[in-house]
């Protein structure tokens, strides 16, 4: 079955430890990308990749790193996590270099909170 | 300052309307896209149109590029399309996505 898979779903931490939201797609896409959705602000883009070793900042980068080593895997770390990064996350995935090629498919989501 | 803007931000339809949901833009693109969000959080892509129309099943998504702007249309509505309605545009000045704020749609048996 064609999906995005993101672990954990359900994240509770402290503020400062480190974390790492995996997500992984099985349909050979080339394009990968975090968004966080906020209540009022709706979907932003934090970083996205458009190839493996190829990173690029989204709209909201700040706290947030990423690599892409693999084509399939597309990490999101937060190094010091803090509250204001509390927020339901989603990776997403589509085909070719460009996304205008395809349509994005969405993992089921991370939701974390930081205390 | 929001480069995509829809309207309404929630709307409410008897079973059986057509409903439209709009969607503007400020930004030079190179595709929209229409996603839809379930109760439960999961997302999933309806559309993504660079120019015309494109139809669904009972969902019709038009763009007009001169007037930056997009609808979404439900046919013959029905309880399990209440969902959150979201637009997204592809800056053409490269390959990061912006998003509205969403369309809370509730249809009523």
């Known amino acids: 079955e064609a999906q995005v898979t993101q672990n954990p779903r359900y994240l509770i931490t402290v503020t400062g430890k480190k974390l790492t939201v995996t997500c992984s797609q099985n349909?050979?896409?080339?394009?990968m990308s975090w968004y966080r959705q906020d209540p009022g602000l709706g979907l932003r883009q934090i970083y996205y990749s458009m190839n493996v070793e190829v990173t690029d900042k989204g709209d909201v980068p700040e706290g947030y790193k990423v690599s892409r080593k693999e084509k399939r895997n597309f990490p999101l770390i937060l190094e010091s996590p803090s509250p204001n990064q509390t927020s339901l996350y989603f990776c997403?995935?589509?085909?070719?270099?460009?996304?205008?090629?395809?349509?994005?498919?969405f993992g089921p989501g991370t939701r974390l909170l930081v205390l | 300052k929001n480069e995509v803007e829809q309207s309404p931000q929630n709307l409410t339809a008897q079973e059986g309307e057509f409903i439209t949901i709009n969607c503007s833009y400020s930004?030079?693109?190179?595709?929209l896209h229409w996603l839809q969000q379930h109760p439960g959080g999961g997302i999933v892509s309806l559309f993504m149109l660079s120019s015309g129309k494109k139809k669904h099943g009972r969902l019709i998504a038009t763009i007009n590029i001169q007037e930056k702007h997009s609808s979404l249309h439900i046919t013959a509505s029905h309880p399990r399309d209440s969902a959150v309605y979201i637009c997204?545009?592809?800056?053409?000045?490269?390959?990061?996505?912006?998003f509205g704020t969403g369309t809370s749609l509730t249809v009523i048996p």
């Open positions: 997403a995935s589509s085909f070719g270099a460009y996304t205008t090629t395809g349509a994005q498919y």
């Open positions: 930004v030079g693109i190179s595709a």
């Open positions: 997204a545009v592809t800056l053409n000045t490269g390959n990061q996505f912006y």
């Open positions: 349909m050979n896409h080339e394009y």
